[in-house]
């Protein structure tokens, strides 16, 4: 299957070209733009433009599959907070969300505005303006079973591109989306997360408008998401 793209003056060749793995017999375009292809024993499969090149996805019709979706924030962590998790919790944070727990459980996908930046060294831990949030904090919000992180916030470069490695690495390891953020590591910018469910692909996006005036770090542009080009 060879793409191209349509700029209502031009044609543009976008992809050069997918192996489907079959002979096609005839496609068309399905109510949400996915396209739906039958081969020539009358088998259908649906394939979309995921990432780069077309990839084959389930065949569900829009209609039979509904999420629920609860989202929470922001998560942002003065230093009473984490001065009170070490003196009276053993430096836990699980009792910020044991409340919340039975809620969050009924919903299909649950969202976390994560607003500070974690660090592991007890020397970085601070508070307004420039957040230093315990790591601590982290593994409770994986613990609590939140889906979805949203990490660009204002306060994202408070403590340099090091936190953000760090922060990034916590999630992933947890196998938890975490969209706004980036690694140093990234070979470049990507726009958004993707996080599957029951069969429904979400694009999950997040910007902030600014970083309280610390600079984009130039070895990493990316890893931060702001809104600089609209």
Known sequence: IFIYEWDGME????????????????????????????????????????????????????????LTFAALGDNLIHRPIYDDAFRNFGGSFHHLFADLQQELDQ???????????????????SDFPSFGTP?????????????????ATNHALDKGLAAIDRTVALYQEAGVVC???????????????????????????????????????EAAPWAVHTLQDE
Request: with cysteine; charged share 15%.
């Open 11 to 66: 044609i543009h060749p976008s992809w050069m070209a997918s192996d489907i793995g079959m002979e096609a017999h005839h496609w068309v375009f399905d109510p949400i733009q996915r396209l739906v292809i039958t081969d020539t024993q009358g088998a259908e499969t649906a394939w979309d433009w995921v990432s780069w090149g077309l990839s084959s996805i389930d065949l569900v019709p829009p209609e039979a599959v509904t």
């Open 107 to 125: 919903y299909d996908v649950t969202s976390l505005n994560q607003e500070t930046i974690y660090v592991e060294d007890p020397a970085q831990y």
């Open 135 to 151: 790591i601590q904090v982290g593994h409770a919000v994986i613990d609590a079973g939140f889906d979805i992180i949203s990490g």
């Open 179 to 217: 969209a706004g953020l980036q690694s140093s590591q990234d070979p470049g910018y990507r726009p958004y997360e993707l996080y599957e469910t029951q069969g429904i692909r979400c694009a999950v996006f997040a910007y902030t408008q600014s970083t309280n005036g610390h600079p984009l770090p």
